[in-house]
DNA sequence: ACGAATATGATGCCAAGGCTACACTTTCTT
DNA sequence: AAGAAAGTGTAGCCTTGGCATCATATTCGT
């Protein structure tokens, strides 16, 4: 059945771009974004270890995260790999500075999302239930819109 | 070392429910949400495809979300097995009864948090490529809210 | 100081969701 | 009516991110 034209293009690499406008561009963006989520929730948690005095070892991330320390360990040694974090064995997680702007851009962002939803009439628990996942899914252009629309409402 | 409690709770089953107002079940629920993702984009587009006069077959699916036939085949087994959709071979995809209800409920969310998003003054092409992933974590009680916030503005 | 309690790390298992490659079926075109 | 073109399905491979289990390391409490 030759009807349509063929499904399979040279689909590149497509780094972490733009992406088309087309639905199959955006999808394919919305996995991209998608496969950075989980490197963002352990960043943030990490510096949020940190911040509040303590120390930022695999038990401590798991039960915040809701898995168990073997996850957590897996998911350390990809941030590892990616260049985000270090670790000494039996003395917790440290950020590298890229990790560290990772996860600042990445708690300011979902301040900010959880502050829309907010604004918008969301109730509070609803507001940061749902800002979990949303927040990944914010492009840079959208959380400039929400800043300008925070600053409209005073 | 044993200075905190342990970190292996029973963890019961949880199927879908509220979740715990802790971060580490907003965490479960964001989790549970994302899982369900990609049957969400999957019905939508296939009632979209029947809607707009055609048929839904894996190639067009696949075509339409940017991947490979051989991968829409696969997700077509997991909607089937969810009790989604129906296929006959060589003929296309079909929605069950509750299939039709997921889509329909999906797509009015889709619509709901682009106009949300446009609202809000984020440029077209971004809520277009945000609300692809935003949807799928925007819970009920949140959609409630956006179409009152929606209604409040006209 | 030493045993108990707890944390850590390693390993192996699983399902989801990508991919390529190849065989088969259907439809189109001549 | 073939033969070509396109669609479909299957199989096998990979990575991610869950899990449980087990061995080892550390720390606590007495
Ligand atoms: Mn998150
Ligand atoms: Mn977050
Ligand atoms: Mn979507
Ligand atoms: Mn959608």
Redesign the interface.
Known sequence: MPR??A??QQRQAAPNLP?E?T????????RR??SMALLE?YAELIADLHATGGEARP??I????????ATAIKAITRLKREGLATARPYRGVFLTEEGEQLAARVKARHLLVVE??RA????P??????A???E????D??LQ??A??LKGLK
């Open positions: 349509r034209p499904d399979a992406a406008p639905q199959a561009g955006r999808f394919e963006q919305a974004v998608q929730d038990t401590d798991a039960r915040r995260l809701g898995v168990t320390h829309v939803l918008i009439g969301v109730p628990d609803a507001a940061e239930q749902d979990e996942g949303i990944h899914h914010v492009s252009i959208t819109a929400f300008r629309f």
